[in-house]
């Protein structure tokens, strides 16, 4: 059974770090590019950053590129989201999602209809 569980969103200061975390359990990395989404209230899902199965190599949406980092870890099967320089407009439930295709490349065509499988979310409050 696929599954995608995200952890370490909380409390922040404006540019303040986080780093959130996406297990995935069911399958493993090489088998599905893997993104990171936010949504803020009353706003759409914004798609914010990708890791290519294949070769890891990731993309960025113009909006964090620079502060945002994916990452991943094979042995642990887990994809990371390093966040720095926080700023308020980054409060948002934060989730991971897959396409579950072998050897696909990010950007995806419409990530946000290409991802199969989600995770529930993880959120992420930038106050002071």
């Known amino acids: 059974q696929v599954q995608l569980v995200e952890s370490g969103g909380g409390l922040v200061q404006p540019g303040g770090s986080l780093r959130l975390s996406c297990a995935a359990s069911?399958?493993?990395?090489?088998?599905?590019?893997i993104g990171w989404f936010r949504q803020a209230p009353g706003k759409e899902r914004e798609g914010l950053a990708c890791?290519?199965?294949?070769?890891?190599?990731?993309y960025y949406a113009d909006s964090v590129r620079g502060r945002f980092t994916i990452s991943r870890n094979n042995a642990k099967n887990t994809v990371y989201l390093q966040m720095n320089s926080l700023k308020p407009e980054d409060t948002a439930v934060y989730s991971c999602?897959?396409?579950?295709?072998?050897?696909?490349?990010?950007?995806?065509?419409?990530?946000?209809?290409?991802?199969?499988?989600w995770g529930k979310g993880t959120l992420v409050f930038v106050s002071s």
């Open positions: 999602a897959t396409d579950l295709v072998y050897g696909s490349l990010c950007p995806l065509k419409d990530p946000t209809t290409a991802m199969r499988y």
């Open positions: 069911g399958f493993t990395l090489d088998y599905g590019a």
């Open positions: 890791i290519s199965s294949s070769n890891g190599v990731a």
